[in-house]
């Protein structure tokens, strides 16, 4: 289970990746159903004021035996050029080892890199420094694309929002989206974007007689279980089906169907999660009609089945 959370800082600080595992894990939201979650901030000299940009420091007031035992332990961006200490790669390859999760923003890959824990993973670090990254650690598998990249234990995110959808995947995993879902809305952000997103996409700027395409996505989750095409989303969109399409590559980075299908197996994810609806009626209620659908689907987004998703997720946290 998810209880405990060390970040490890090393300076200079990013604050806003910093920031975000401090809003995800950090902030008591027990009153909405959130478990508490013990939050410890490390680094190799503690109470040291570590640099945060202009006018700004960060102190650390643990140690990096307080990441001895935490079920997660994160690295937030920090220097491309300066190489983690013995004492940093010794405490993330100590995490690795008793199988903790082992989480990196943006930059803070170059620190899991440097400890040798990305050799043979696929990797997501901001798009600006992922040419180096691969160029200097050639066995890690680079994608320059991905919002962030689960690969065993090992989590990656690229730059700055990305972290955010990172942090949510994790609680996501070990604690439901009901719990997920709770953070999110109290961020005020998306509680899900898929992992596979692209990090880049070019927004136009929208003119007086374009509108966003956001009424259009609100109008295919409330009828996620029903059929729906894309002529039937250029409809309610008020465009032609060309329009629509280049709009959603626009404003989303994948095509309609592709969103559509993202959204159909979070939805699924949702119902396996809070449920105990069939595997054919979480099918039906996600909109994919039949369990094999749902299962080939589910399996090429999430790794896994929905069968054995809950198995090995739902179960277990049932047992706990």
Sequence with gaps: MLKKIAVILQPPVALFEFGVLTEVFGVDRSADGVPKFEYVVCAENPNEPLSAGPGSFVVATMT???AADADLVAVPSS?????PSEAVISALRDADRRGAYVMSLCSG??????AGLLDDRTVATHWRYAERLAREYPAVRV???????QDG????????????????HIVRTELGSAVANRIARRMVVSPHRDGG???FIERPVVGRSEQSLQPTLDWITENIAHTI???AMARVAGVAERTLTRRFMAEVGCAPHTWLTQQRVARAR????????SVEDVAAESGFGAAPLLRHHFTRLVGITPTEYRRRFVDRRDVR
Excluded: M, N, P
């Design 79 to 83: 220097s491309l050029t300066a190489t």
């Design 64 to 66: 990096l035996d307080a």
């Design 143 to 149: 994608d320059s694309d991905i919002l962030y990249a």
């Design 270 to 277: 949702e119902l396996l999660d809070d449920t105990r609806l």
């Design 153 to 168: 234990t090992i989590v990656s995110s690229a730059g700055t929002a990305a972290g955010i959808d990172a942090c949510l």
């Design 109 to 114: 890959a170059f620190a899991l890199a440097a």
């Design 229 to 231: 095409t894309v002529a």
């Design 197 to 199: 997103q692209k990090q």
